[in-house]
Structures are given as structure tokens and as C-alpha cells.
């Protein structure tokens, strides 16, 4: 059992020990960072300009503030220690509730292995990690309750009033605490007599009760008092369905192409299926009954909740599974070491898949990629000021950068904070040139920072709707951000010497910057210098190269367009249409095998050009492979049935005539 428990502990460091990528993580280590400063917990906006100094709440500013000292001791190891220790810390106290309801075995640890998965997703350092602790914290409390009749109330009400300074999810602590009073008023009612089971049942509620009153009464005890307390309510009420709220996609319903490598639908379907075993064997547990429909209700909401329902099911999966196990003839028949063989391979097995997705991959460190890394070094390196408008996930590395300098900070944080007319205007501006110019003329920006991936926000036409207009000019870009600086602002000289005349920041215009290449040499060369710059200027670059690889092309350097082509996928390996080029230069040098290697490359990351299966015939022609060719061409044609080449290819294969 030794050997079990700290092969799962191994597993669950391994599992979420992934590359660090949450945007939020800045701002919660800037928030952290003033606490620690200023010695109090702010109570008014310090972190937006358009708020600032206005009275605000500092959601989770006790994890926040436990934080701190963490990265403050290790830096980025502190981050993972602070990871690993909440999960270590809450999953043992989620076994040791198991445990206290009766599971025994190895089944319990591969209970919890299961539910790191679904935790993995929410297990960088968030105020959900805090959260963590204290859910099964309360939960092992409760158990206990229920098995010795002890009702440990300040240790219960300690707990949710640091739920509440921890996390806007604080009403699923009382939630908790009322499906264990549910339970307890049940039993009473169960075993007392007919004449006495309301009294037996209030007598069994009433200290959940008084434990409920006193906690909600001691909440009010929090830097932001009454305000904190409504604002979950709130949020449920009136702001779930603001259009803001729909941009982000973890309060999106739970998508199974996300989650079924974690396990989570066996969870989901198993859970409910042991309840129903139990009862037919055991009767009624009427608090397992209740937190399976409200988290599960909550897990099919939101995202967000995936985990806290895996953190849940867990000690009341492992119990109803060591039930149905024990007694068996599997459990009776091996030793306790080809069972903690057993335990092993099955762990391996279901974590394989989720610890090989690419989405979220093993490893330590920072993924700099995802942060606005070289567009903040712009702006301190040329003094660029603001008014800034940026993208709320951006928010959290402008302040780790900038704060507390007032012409720096963000337009709007990660939590949405923002005026009434800014929040409504703010999910249209990606999308409409009219809402842009409104919220533009309302705020009058000197700096923009725009969201520069290849794959940015579905529909984000921001960037495009910028390069479009003569008040702006584009002084930075790479591959995580477009930086623009107002023409005739307060950063008009840089704007006006280092502002790129040819390259675009959006995807719109590069079709009219090839057309002006392949017409224009002179333009071509100043594309060329201004690409080279954008290059230099910063290590996230693969967008530069991909651009300089067609320009190259162009003007027939084979060799250099596939070496930036190369640099551009060791960068960004699903850098669009890079492998589709490859494999045309690649057909263009005689080799149609390497060719179609290239081109299912491509398929495999994306649509590519649209021509894929064009290029795919030609390459199937050369070697030769006719039938397959001529599939090729029609799923072409399908795609595209005004596509001239595919139908002439056709037309030649059909006469029987040679590429």
C-alpha cells in the first residue's frame, strides 16, 4: 500500500507538471505582489485606467497572497511547488475521506489517478487550487462527522470563510455543508418513530444549521464585506448572460472532444451507476445523491467545473467501487503485489492519452508563446504610453510588466472589470468596424495591443479592421502580438519613423502584399526589409520566416525559402500551409514522395491553402498513380468546383494523357 501511494503521488506530480501557458497567472502575481507591498488587501481598481481609483472587490486575493511568497522564494519552481503541494495536499485528504467511509484496496488510489486528469486542466496555479484543498478539506470533515458523531463546527465554518477570500465559488461550500444536513436530517427522520420524525429530523439539522448561520455571518468578514458576498449571486442573476461572458471559453458547456483523454465521461456515467448498485445493496446516501446532481448539473454548465466535479466524485466513487470489489473472488485470490501491479498498469493506461496530448504537454518552464513577451519589450525599450487597448487575457502580463506605472495598465483585466458602455462595446469591436470606431472615440487609445497568433480568436477581424484605417500605425510585430501606436499621438514620432508602410498586422491584406510582390520588384524589396526587421526584432518569428520563405519563392531561392520554412515550423509546428509549401517545393525538385509526406503533414494541422488535394494529385501523377490522382482532383473539385487546374487535370487523366 506504501508503494501504491507514492507510485499515484508520482503520477499525479508527473501529470501536472505541464508547461505554464494560463495568461491569468500574471495578474494573479501582480495582485499578490501589492498586497505584500502596500500590506493590505486594495479595496479600490488599481488595475485598469479606465477604473482606476474606483471602488472595487480583490476576488481571491488570499490565494493571490499565499502565492506570492512562493514565486518570491523559487520563481517559476515556486509556481509548480505551489501545484504540486495543493494537489498532493488534496488529494490526500480526499483518499483519507475514502478511507473514513470505508474504501479499502487499490481501487481507491485508481479512483483518484482517474480524477487528476480531469484536475490536470485546472491545476495551474489558480485560485481553484486553493479551492481544492479546502473542498476536500470539507468534505473529509463532514465524513468524519457523519462516522463519530463529533460535528467539528469551528474547523467547518473556518473553512468556508476562507473559501470565501479565496474564490467566487464560495456558495458550493454551504452547498456541500447543506447535502450533508440533508443527509443527517434523513437518517434521523429514518430511525426515529413514525410520531417523532420531524423532531428526530430537525434535532439531526439543526447543527449543520447553526453551522451555516455562523459561517455566513463570519463571511461578511472580508476586505470587500457585503459586496464579495453578493457578487456570485450576481454574476448567476444578471451577468452570466452578458455577451462578454460568452468570449471565454472555459464557461462554455462542456465539450467531450476536450475531455474525454481524461477520463472524466467514466466518472460522469459511473458515478450515478454505483449510486443506483449501492442503494440496491446499502440504501440510501442521500448527500452523495445530492452532490452528484449538483455537480454534475455544474460540469455540464461550465468548463470550469469539470474539475471540481472529478475532486467530488472521487471518495464516494472509490467507497461504491471498493463495496462492489470487496468480498470478490479477484480480491481474494492475488496478493496484495500483482494488485499493485495491476494498479500501476491501469493508471499508465488511462493517463497515457492525456499526458500525450499536444495541447497540453509534459514539461517546466514558461510557454513565452502565448505572452505578449516582445511587444511589452518594444513598449519599454521606445517609451511608448498609453492609453492602451488590449485583449482581456493580455491583461495579466501588461501589469506583471508595467504596474503599478498608471499610463501602462490595461484597458480591461482578466476579470472583464470595465464600465458598463466599454463592457457592451467590447465582444463587437473584433467583429464590427463601427463598434470599434465607438468605443475608439469614447477612449481615444494611443497604444493597441492585438492578439498576433496565426489562430487567434474565432472572428477577430480587429487587426484588419486597424491596418484598414490612416490612424494607426503598426510598430511591432511578431507571432503572440500586433502592437500599433496612434498616428499624431502622444507616441507620434515612434509611430511615424518605425510604423511598417507594407506589412500588414492582420491576415486581410497579405493578399494584396503578394499580389504587390509578384507585380513589383521595388516592392518586394521593401516587404523584404520590413520582414527582416520584424524577424530581428524578436524570437517569436515564425510569421516573419513564413512570409520571407514566399518572398523567396518568388524570386526562385529554393533553398533559403525552405530553410525558413524549417525555422518557421521549429517555432510554430502548425504554422499554416508551411508543410503545404514544403511539399511543393519538394515536387518542384522531382521528389513526389517527399511531396506527399509534406502534404500529410499539412492535413494533419489544418485545411491548408485550400489547394491541398490539387497538390496531392500532382504529386500522386508523377509517381505514376493515376487512380489515386484522380480521387485527389475530385475531392478537389468538391471543394472547390471552380478550381480550373483540378478540372483540367481531370479532363487530362480522363484521355489518358501524362502530367
Known amino acids: 500500500m506504501i508503494a501504491a501511494m507514492l507510485f499515484t503521488a508520482a503520477a499525479l506530480v508527473l501529470g501536472l507538471t505541464i508547461r505554464i501557458d494560463d ?23 488599481l488595475w485598469v485606467w479606465p477604473l482606476y481609483g474606483a471602488s472595487d472587490i480583490c476576488p481571491s486575493w488570499l490565494f493571490r497572497a499565499l502565492l506570492w511568497p512562493f514565486w518570491c522564494a523559487l520563481s517559476v519552481g515556486g509556481i ?18 475514502a478511507r473514513r467511509m470505508g474504501a479499502r484496496g487499490f481501487s481507491a488510489l485508481f479512483v483518484l ?27 473529509g470533515l463532514l465524513v468524519a462527522w457523519r462516522a463519530d458523531g463529533r460535528a467539528r463546527r469551528v474547523a467547518i465554518a473556518a473553512v468556508l470563510w476562507l473559501w470565501v477570500n479565496a474564490h467566487i465559488s464560495w456558495p458550493l461550500g454551504f452547498a456541500v455543508l447543506a447535502g450533508f444536513g440533508a443527509d443527517a436530517g434523513w437518517r434521523g427522520m429514518r430511525d426515529a418513530g413514525s410520531a417523532r420524525r420531524a423532531r428526530a429530523a430537525l434535532a439531526a439539522l439543526r447543527p449543520y444549521l447553526a453551522i451555516a448561520i455562523a459561517a455566513f455571518a463570519l463571511a461578511f468578514a472580508n476586505p470587500a464585506g457585503t459586496r464579495a458576498i453578493a457578487q456570485p449571486f450576481d454574476y448567476w442573476l444578471h451577468e452570466r448572460n452578458d455577451p462578454l461572458f460568452f468570449t471565454i ?101 488511462v493517463s497515457a492519452l492525456e499526458w500525450s496530448r499536444p495541447d497540453v504537454p509534459l514539461g517546466v518552464g514558461f510557454d513565452l508563446a502565448q505572452y505578449p513577451v516582445g511587444a511589452c519589450d518594444f513598449m519599454a ?86 491596418d484598414a484605417e490612416t490612424t494607426w500605425a503598426l510598430v511591432f510585430r511578431d507571432d503572440n502580438a500586433c502592437l500599433y501606436a496612434r498616428l499624431g499621438g ?23 502584399l503578394g499580389v504587390a510582390c509578384q507585380r513589383d520588384g521595388a516592392a518586394r524589396r521593401e516587404a523584404r526589409g520590413e520582414l527582416e526587421r520584424q524577424a530581428a526584432s524578436s524570437r517569436f518569428n515564425a510569421r516573419a520566416s513564413s512570409l520571407l520563405a514566399n518572398l523567396s519563392i518568388m524570386e526562385g531561392r529554393v533553398d533559403e525559402a525552405h530553410a525558413l520554412l524549417e ?42 491553402s485550400g489547394e491541398l488535394d490539387l497538390h496531392r494529385g500532382q504529386a500522386l501523377e508523377a509517381l505514376g498513380e493515376r487512380a489515386r490522382a484522380t480521387d485527389a482532383y475530385r475531392r478537389q473539385l468538391a471543394r472547390r468546383p471552380d478550381d480550373a487546374r483540378a478540372r483540367d487535370a481531370l479532363d487530362r487523366l480522363a484521355r489518358g494523357g501524362g502530367p
Open 249 to 349: 471559453g472555459e464557461l462554455h458547456p462542456l465539450m467531450w472532444s476536450l475531455q474525454w483523454r481524461t477520463g472524466l465521461p467514466l466518472l460522469i456515467a459511473g458515478w450515478p451507476l454505483l449510486i443506483a448498485m449501492r442503494m440496491s445493496r446499502r440504501g440510501l446516501d442521500l448527500a452523495e445523491i445530492l452532490l452528484c446532481a449538483l455537480f454534475t448539473a455544474l460540469a455540464f454548465s461550465s468548463q470550469r467545473f469539470a474539475g471540481l466535479f472529478a475532486l467530488t466524485a472521487s471518495p464516494f466513487v472509490a467507497r461504491d467501487l471498493a463495496e462492489r470489489r470487496s468480498g470478490s473472488a479477484l480480491s481474494s485470490r492475488f496478493s496484495p503485489w500483482p494488485r499493485f501491479a495491476a494498479l500501476t498498469a491501469a493508471t499508465l493506461a
Open 490 to 512: 502622444v507616441n507620434d514620432a515612434i509611430a511615424s519613423r518605425e510604423g511598417y508602410r507594407w506589412v500588414p498586422g492582420g491576415s486581410a491584406g497579405l493578399v494584396a
Open 113 to 139: 489517478a482517474l480524477a487528476a486528469l480531469s484536475w490536470r486542466h485546472r491545476s495551474q496555479a489558480r485560485p481553484e487550487t486553493l479551492v481544492a484543498v479546502l473542498l476536500a478539506l470539507e468534505l
Open 381 to 466: 525599450s521606445r517609451n511608448l504610453r498609453g492609453p492602451i487597448f488590449n485583449e482581456y487575457y493580455n491583461s495579466g502580463y501588461l501589469l506583471w510588466r508595467f504596474w503599478p506605472d498608471r499610463s501602462r495598465l490595461p484597458f480591461m483585466d482578466i476579470h472583464q472589470s470595465g464600465t458598463g458602455e466599454d463592457r457592451r462595446l467590447y465582444p463587437y469591436v473584433f467583429a464590427s468596424a463601427e463598434a470599434w470606431h465607438a468605443l475608439d472615440s469614447r477612449r481615444r487609445f494611443e497604444l493597441l495591443l492585438l492578439d498576433g497568433s496565426a489562430r487567434p480568436v474565432r472572428g477577430n477581424r480587429l487587426p484588419d479592421i486597424v
Open 567 to 608: 525555422h518557421a515550423l521549429a517555432l510554430e509546428p502548425d504554422a499554416p500551409t508551411a508543410h503545404e509549401r514544403l511539399g511543393i517545393l519538394a515536387l518542384g525538385a522531382g521528389h513526389p514522395l517527399d511531396a506527399l509526406a509534406e502534404f500529410d503533414r499539412e492535413a494533419l494541422t489544418g485545411p491548408g
Open 23 to 45: 495568461p491569468d497567472l500574471w495578474q494573479h502575481l501582480t495582485v499578490g505582489r501589492a498586497i505584500w507591498q502596500l500590506h493590505r488587501v486594495p479595496t479600490t481598481n
Open 80 to 97: 509548480y511547488a505551489w501545484s504540486w503541494i495543493t494537489a498532493l495536499a488534496a488529494f490526500a485528504l480526499l483518499w483519507a475521506a
